[in-house]
């Protein structure tokens, strides 16, 4: 090896690893967060932690599924070729219970939803009825009905001892209606990640300050901040740490009081790439380089036993492999068994004419159009290039080796909008 | 029309309209919201108000895509078969300008993202390069480079004036991205609606009570709060309105302090369903009933000017009608463009044997698999039956007029978590 490569050469494993090893390096290493009991506005999106059993019948009691009238189905047989006359005895309105019986030959006036008064073993609707007026003590039944008719039964959607959800399902809005149906207030759910985003490096200025003369703004924080919120976990931006050993050693003492720890920039191979050195000197380094692009320089391990995903400076790069590698660490994290993206055949209208000897993750459009999926890549591809990032919603893969993919031709492209599988 | 049918029969537009009519009804009476400024974290899934112009040039200056050293590239080219060796006369890092330019046969070294100094016109990266020593004054040039090369020219990813998001489009974390790059700490967007949730009933009690003989639990209230949430609005539970047209207006004071209001319950055919009758005696009734399955009777119009949607108390009724009804009228207020789920062609595994004459949405689990999307619809269909509601991603559209699906025949099919179109 030449010096002059030395002096600025990766200190540690030069090995470039598949993306899927990195994957599966990264993976093994993250556990779901623990359980904690957290109120039922609170939980949306997040795991159940254990199995949900019903403790009571849902619905609580047999009630009425039309507004009508209460009888003993019997009661509601034609007698010599007459429709039967039934006496209203009373009215049962939903949230009340009947302060008597249904006998043969009365019937009591009921309510949707209201519970089915003793005695009686069906309901007519109220338009199969007929009265004389609205205080008529009397009801013509206009047709016989079966024993059940309109009711509900207790225990129908859930019966008492029924597990209804399991542990490792997802909250969403529907899973808390039921948990509130049964009256769950609070639940077991594995904790929320609280995510430390860091941004590293002299040229990176804050994006309230105007540009100075080799400066960039922050991009990068802002960025993963939303994208850590919008993998469902806590984003808290640290700002940003200089390019010296003192800076980041102080930056990362109040990293290692988060989850995991995000960093942009700072772990290629320059002079001025300090956050491999740190996570030498704190902790360990798992790997730092990946056959793929965007993103090659990615770097993992951890700091005082916290992880630390080290994403590569270049805004695009960021973006890219945070969705492929940060977004899987949290959803782990947050308890998901289900952690990745799904991959899809598309036709890939435009092509990718671009030869890549890394593994190619090429920002598209994909639509559904015609019974086929048709990827329509976003422009210039460079790892600086943020306007690639706009209007996509897919990363067409286009594998190692410099392979290119004539227009029309297919691939598999990662859904970034479907949910995980 | 006879006399007992009257005094429980609906007040006001008897008419039955379809889905498409009573989402155009909808729509219609729906605006955006004002525009208001807001700082960039907050704006996350919210809709850009004015068009982005870059005010700068991105990359604001040109700079290395590599580290190595910057040089005229005629400098670089072989000089009587001998490699050519430049004068190394300072290094440039990330964050900093040259003091000086780069003259012919000289060299500066420079880092990934700092500066082209002066008077250079190309770097070649550190392995095409050996020095003798870490601080030896020379370098030698082991490949010719064209001029241009590894360099990222200002403005390549955004020119200053240049237009690079547009009026309309919704903020994600790319977006963010884009707008900290340009130093738009702010931006106007389409305010956020604040959404109040209203139950009503008497037999509604809260998720802590102990269930009482007739009551069931406030489930819809905490449903539609984490259904408006995640349509990326705010959501205010107001508590549940007994059945008496005293309890309802007080609710509706408060009420109509928000931009939407979601009622559930109270809008059927019932003595108890004074919903209906606050609107007409405060606002206006646009209808109430719609000819499907679940949720017949979903009642529109607004009171005090403020849209009122009064959704349907079954819980599976209330849920899904919020997904058909709404999430458009949040996404339209929010200032979306696309406001509805994608609709696409799936093979019902097990059909839909159960005949309905109005149109019915049915719960159902869509894959794709082998090449098509395959849907299984998820048990008793029954509006009070909330367990059909679990692993539901889709609703199997099946058409008015008692229209059955055989098993591993196609149908319609809406798909709930994919992005709108």
Chains 1, 2 share one sequence.
């Not at 802002?222 to 390019?243: I, N, Q």
């Not at 989850?259 to 491999?276: M, Q």
């Not at 459009?365 to 999926?373: A, S």
Request: aromatic fraction near 4%.
């Amino acid at each position: 090896m030449l010096a002059g490569e030395q002096c600025i050469q990766p200190r540690g494993n030069l090995h470039m690893i598949s993306v899927e090893e990195a994957l599966d390096r990264i993976l093994a290493e993250i556990q779901p967060l623990n359980v904690v009991q957290a109120p039922l506005p609170e939980v949306q999106g997040l795991v159940l932690a254990q199995d949900i059993v019903a403790q009571e019948d849902i619905p609580p009691f047999a009630n009425s599924a039309m507004d009508g009238f209460a009888l003993q189905s019997k009661d509601s047989k034609p007698h010599n070729g007459k429709l039967p006359r039934l006496r209203i005895t009373g009215s049962i309105a939903a949230g009340y219970v009947a302060e008597h019986a249904v006998e043969e030959g009365t019937t009591m006036r009921i309510m949707t939803g209201a519970p089915v008064p003793p005695g009686a073993d069906s309901v007519i609707q109220v338009e199969l009825t007929s009265t004389e007026s609205s205080d008529s003590p009397w009801v013509e039944i206009q047709q016989e009905v079966a024993p059940g008719n309109n009711i509900r039964p207790a225990g129908e959607d859930m019966r008492r001892g029924q597990k209804v959800l399991t542990r490792g399902q997802t909250i969403g809005p529907w899973e808390i209606g039921i948990l509130a149906t049964l009256g769950y207030a609070t639940v077991p759910v594995v904790r929320r990640p609280r995510v430390a985003i860091l941004g590293t490096g002299d040229e990176v200025i804050d994006i309230h300050e105007p540009l100075q003369p080799g400066k960039i703004r922050n991009s990068n924080s802002y960025l993963l901040e939303a994208a850590v919120r919008a993998a469902g976990a806590e984003a808290h931006r640290l700002g940003v740490a200089r390019d010296t050993v003192e800076s980041l050693r102080e930056k990362f003492t109040e990293a290692v009081q988060y989850d995991l720890i995000l960093t942009s920039g700072g772990v290629s191979v320059g002079d001025f790439d300090l956050v491999k050195d740190i996570m030498q000197e704190q902790g360990k380094m798992n790997f730092w380089r990946i056959n793929m692009r965007p993103g090659k320089p990615v770097a993992f391990g951890q700091i005082k036993g916290i992880p630390l995903l080290g994403l590569p400076g270049n805004p695009v790069s960021s973006a890219v492999t945070f969705e492929l590698f940060g977004r899987p660490v949290i959803r782990k994290m947050s308890g998901h068994a289900q952690l990745l993206k799904p991959q899809i055949d598309v036709t890939v209208e435009n092509g990718v004419q671009e030869k890549a000897m890394r593994r190619h993750y090429v920002r598209a459009h994909v639509v559904w159009h015609n019974g086929h999926f048709i990827a329509r890549t976003t422009g210039n591809q460079g790892s600086h290039i943020m306007t690639s990032l706009l209007n996509a919603n897919a990363l067409v893969i286009v594998p190692e080796g410099g392979v290119t993919i004539a227009p029309g031709a297919q691939a598999k492209a990662m859904m970034l909008d479907w949910p995980e599988v």
